[in-house]
């Protein structure tokens, strides 16, 4: 059995919000001396840095989960955590179709960057990720799960782009896990959420920034990095299960 220190939930500097210095190898190495073994890299609709992150994160012991954020037409952000590159690649397409909008404002929002493992410049994308996608919150889900990958909500707590801000919280039950942010206690996001024994109540740090990554506050016991694994820890099946504190 594995015990996976993890960050299920942060950004590159493929993020348009996010700050130009978050290459593989600066967030890597801060993930290391956090004491993290496992990160899931979820830029907002796009999966351009992965490669270059997984090839880091082999070099220096860190498991790299592809994943992407997503915004729906309903302003809800998923996240979406996928077993292979090619299936994210292939979400990737479906994303590309769905995105609504127009071009990044370079100036205003900063750029889109494409880098290499070692965190050298390749490319920008031209594209403003930060568009919501016409895919309502089902959609995602049904899309996803049939490319072999899981959703979670993210972020529950934040009120701009919260599932439960939108649509309620009965839709909550869909989901194996949700996710909060940093400064919110599972326990109390529980209790108020009314959420079953068997979904786990995720803390990432949806960091976009270096200095947003933290002290590791989930472990993740599982047989093997994969979503079916993923997906049973959630639920604490099978002997799988998931601290956090
Ligand atoms: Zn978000
Ligand atoms: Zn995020």
Redesign the pocket.
């Known amino acids: 059995m594995l015990h996976l220190k993890a960050d299920l939930?942060?950004?590159s500097c493929l993020?348009p919000c996010a700050e130009e210095d978050m290459n593989p190898v600066a967030v890597l190495t801060r993930v290391r001396q956090l004491g993290y073994d496992l990160i899931a890299l979820?830029d907002?609709h796009h999966g351009g840095n992965v490669t270059s992150f997984q090839k880091k994160g082999r070099e220096i012991g860190i498991r790299v989960i592809p994943a992407m954020?997503v915004e729906t037409v309903e302003r809800v952000?998923l996240?979406c955590l996928f077993d292979t590159l090619e299936q994210l690649q292939l979400w990737q397409v479906q994303v590309a179709e769905a995105l609504l909008g127009g071009v990044n404002p370079r100036e205003f929002y900063g750029p889109q960057l494409l880098v290499d493992d070692e965190g050298r410049i390749t490319g920008e994308v031209e594209e403003l990720l930060l568009n919501p996608l016409s895919f309502d919150v089902f959609e995602v889900v049904e899309r996803v799960k049939g490319l072999g990958g899981v959703v979670i909500p993210?972020?529950l707590d934040r009120p701009g782009h919260s599932l439960i801000f939108h649509m309620g919280m009965e839709i909550l039950k869909v989901f194996p896990a949700v996710e909060i942010s940093s400064h919110m206690e599972p326990a109390v996001v529980r209790e108020i959420y009314d959420l079953n024994p068997d979904q786990t109540v995720l803390v990432s740090s949806?960091a976009?920034f270096l200095a947003e990554l933290k002290a590791p506050r989930v472990i993740i016991h599982v047989a093997e990095v994969s979503v079916k694994e993923l997906e049973l820890a959630f639920r604490g099946q099978d002997g799988r299960w998931v601290e956090v504190f």
């Open positions: 939930h942060l950004h993020s979820a907002h954020e952000h996240l993210a972020h949806d976009h």
